[in-house]
């Protein structure tokens, strides 16, 4: 990462260079870092505010085909004829997708974008799924779109701040 860009307009966190909950603190504080985790990590954890304003997720989260249980549940379901796919895969992905979804929406006055980087979302017949599981919201394709939104809402957020900062 640091090789590709050595000097990025925001600061940048990654899992791994720090503890846990370090990361989650300078996270918060900075309000405008981008932090680099894998969907584990994210499991548990509250961030609220602008300090987390875009969820990008690479891909679908279906889980690993090489996982012995998951392996074992599927051979399972075939062999009382099921499809294993449609019964178990797509069921447990979407859930995934929809916990991944909630790290961004977690009060009343939260907004943002969710970035979903997989094509199939569009490719499969199995992505209106993930779709229609999704809180009803906008589906973009110009990320411009997505930028002036963040712009609008985070514009209209800091006079109100500096308002209530001036209050107290």
Known sequence: MHARFPNPPFP??????????????RFRELGNAVLLATG???EGVDVKG??????????LPFAS????????RLEGIRRRGGNPFFEYQL???????????????????DFGVIVIGDPRLKTKA????????LPPSPVIAE??????????????LRPAMGLASQAT
Do not use: C, H, M, T
């Open 50 to 59: 602008e300090a987390l304003s875009i969820v990008a997720i690479d891909k």
């Open 40 to 42: 584990s990590f994210w």
């Open 126 to 133: 199995y992505g209106r799924v993930f779709l229609e599981a």
């Open 143 to 156: 990320s411009a779109v997505g930028a002036v939104f963040l712009a609008e809402r985070l514009a209209r």
């Open 12 to 25: 940048v966190l990654v899992q791994g260079e720090a503890p846990r909950e370090a990361l989650l603190n």
């Open 65 to 72: 085909p090489d996982d012995p249980l998951l392996k074992a």
């Open 91 to 109: 069921p447990q992905a979407v859930l995934a997708l929809k916990q991944g979804v909630g790290r961004l929406i977690r009060d009343f006055d």
